[in-house]
């Protein structure tokens, strides 16, 4: 069974330029989070899907930020413009539906912006 | 609300010694507790999780937790330490639909 699949893997832009990171959950798993891991932290969550409904983006700064879950499968997670403080990676995964079910998550995107 | 405590941002060891991961937990509710591994450059790896089936779990790489309800703790132990074990580790708790994190503790292992 593939795992949860992110790309790029790693991506550099300037600052006030839009960027934009994908991810393909793995298949059949109904919740799909964005989380940011800043260097020596743990992950914080940015926004969780269920199926293609955004049910907790109270993190997401929505000023630039953005995301979206088409069909319930893939989503994608925009930066525009991004700031030199939004270097960082930026993990995605996913879980079956349930409470204690563990997340799965993808290699992640670390994207620097200078 | 429920929170995670990591203590110790960095523990070193040597090859073959015992590890120790400290982790604490403040919850209103039975939790469900995990512990992930994210070694460099790579995406967060489930080692083990406790759902109230037994308070001793069993993970991988001969990593194991004890759930101590009376003292609010889920600690990750491993008898013998290998070079492969270094990395990073976080705890996490569950919510519904989310998991809160630890900031993590890094682990050293020596020659």
């Known amino acids: 069974e593939a795992g949860v699949v992110q790309s790029p893997r790693y991506k550099i832009i300037e600052k006030k330029q839009p960027v934009a990171f994908w991810c393909n959950p793995i298949?059949?798993?109904?919740?799909l989070y964005w989380y940011l891991q800043n260097l020596g932290q743990g992950p914080e969550l940015l926004i969780r899907y269920e199926n293609e409904e955004a049910v907790d983006d109270s993190q997401l700064p929505k000023d630039r930020f953005s995301a979206e879950r088409l069909k319930g499968v893939d989503s994608t997670l925009k930066i525009q413009p991004a700031e030199l403080g939004d270097s960082a990676v930026y993990l995605c995964?996913?879980?079956?539906?349930?409470?204690?079910?563990?997340?799965?998550f993808g290699q992640g995107t670390r994207l620097t912006v200078v | 609300a429920q929170s995670v405590t990591q203590l110790g941002s960095h523990v070193s060891v040597s090859e073959g010694a015992l590890v120790l991961l400290r982790c604490n937990y403040s919850?209103?509710?039975?939790?469900?507790l995990f512990w992930y591994v994210q070694y460099p450059n790579q995406g967060l790896q489930l080692l083990l999780k406790y759902t109230s089936a037994a308070t001793l779990v069993k993970g991988i790489n001969g990593f194991e937790a004890e759930f101590k309800k009376s003292e609010t703790s889920f600690h990750l132990t491993k008898p013998s330490a290998h070079m492969s074990d270094a990395a990073e580790y976080f705890c996490a708790v569950s919510l519904p639909g989310n998991l809160i994190f630890g900031k993590g503790t890094k682990l050293s292992v020596k020659p």
């Open positions: 995964a996913s879980s079956p539906r349930g409470l204690g079910t563990e997340a799965f």
């Open positions: 298949s059949g798993h109904n919740t």
């Open positions: 919850s209103s509710v039975p939790p469900y």
